[in-house]
């Protein structure tokens, strides 16, 4: 008896230890739960402070941006007129008889550019795009893809000049005019600029509608030109309008190319065969030769300002689209 009295204090004795061991171990996971819970909530929390900081500057900068031009508008318009300004047809700031400041010159030639871009650019690109998402061969994709992502980073100076080497006496020798550097030069220029931007967003917005569709349409007798045309294009429309308004904002922001391919006349244009100059081309030429806190240099820091309201305006029309399709779709 004495011997199991004995055994059973120490079994006792050794269950009482693995109970404490056991104990202890589950306290020390506890608090290492504990204090990965805390740095998880801590990571958490600084990469949310980390957007948020990144969004305030992005609106500081805009806002920054916004305010730099606005103060230089201001003195421009002291000595020039509104109306004369954006109606005027003639941009002369250095005549010797009489400064002209009309920027309406300028801003139908950006237009100008702008639309044949965008007339030269859609239909090819979303043409592109769904050859890629539905009928390529995942082989021809693997390499059509990336030649289209690597023309995205062809530099504008380049651009510009295969412009002037290529498709200016192009033009020049089809439409018998005496200089192929013209508004319909940049369009094709700027159309190739803006294509990458299309296509790669197109076609990933044609790739993300879902499978359903495709076969519910192909179950109702539908061919596959007709689900594309009548079903994926419809539900992938958010995503080509904004892929369009991005090739959009490409064209209308570019300054090197047709500051090169265009001819830079500052004459009022009267078509696509003539030479023009666009906003941001005129403030490319002009402000590094311009004398500080002149009339001529407020004027330029106006143009700026109209182009940013531009910008801004199609960014915004952009993004109402955006939401009212998204909203249809939902």
């Known amino acids: 008896m004495l011997n ?49 900081a990144n969004g305030v500057l992005a609106i500081l900068v805009l806002i920054g941006i916004f305010a730099l031009l606005f103060l230089n508008t201001l003195p421009a318009f002291k000595v020039i007129s509104i109306k004369e300004f954006f109606t005027g047809r003639l941009w002369d700031p250095t005549s ?51 030649i289209i992502e690597i023309l995205a980073g062809i530099p504008s100076v380049v651009v510009g000049f295969l412009g002037i080497v290529l498709f200016g006496p192009i033009i020049s020798r089809l ?32 790739k993300a509608v879902p499978l359903s569709y495709t076969e519910a349409s192909l179950a109702l007798g539908a061919s596959r030109w007709q689900t594309l045309i009548r079903v994926k ?34 004459s009022f244009p009267g078509g696509y065969l003539d030479s023009i100059r666009t906003l ?17 240099y407020y004027a330029l820091f106006a143009i700026g300002f109209v182009l940013f309201l531009i910008t801004f305006v199609v960014n915004l029309i952009a993004d109402i689209m955006l939401n009212k399709y998204q909203q249809r779709e939902l």
Not at 177 to 206: H, K, Q, R, W, Y
């Open 233 to 266: 294009f419809p539900a992938a429309l958010s995503g080509i309008i904004a892929a369009i308004m991005l090739g959009m904002g490409r064209a209308i922001g570019e300054t090197m190319t047709v500051l090169m391919a265009t001819g830079n006349s500052r």
């Open 4 to 52: 199991l009295n004995n055994g059973d204090k120490k079994i006792s004795g050794r269950e009482k230890h693995l109970s404490l061991r056991l104990i202890s171990e589950f306290n020390l996971a506890a608090r290492k739960v504990k204090r990965e819970r805390r740095l998880g909530l801590l990571k958490e929390e600084l990469i949310r402070l980390f957007f948020l």
């Open 175 to 206: 439409f018998n005019v005496s200089s192929g550097l013209t508004a319909l030069n940049g369009s094709f220029l700027l159309a190739i600029m803006a294509l990458p931007t299309i296509i790669s967003i197109s076609e990933d917005s044609l």
């Open 96 to 146: 010797p008889e009489k400064p002209e400041y009309g920027i309406l010159s300028l801003i139908v030639s950006s237009v100008m550019v702008t639309a044949g871009a965008l007339v030269i650019a859609v239909p090819i690109g979303l043409g592109v795009a769904a050859y890629l998402s539905d009928v390529a061969h995942w082989r021809v994709r693997e390499i059509v893809k990336p």
């Open 280 to 296: 941001t081309a005129n403030i490319a030429i002009e402000l590094g030769e311009v004398p500080y806190y002149t009339t001529h």
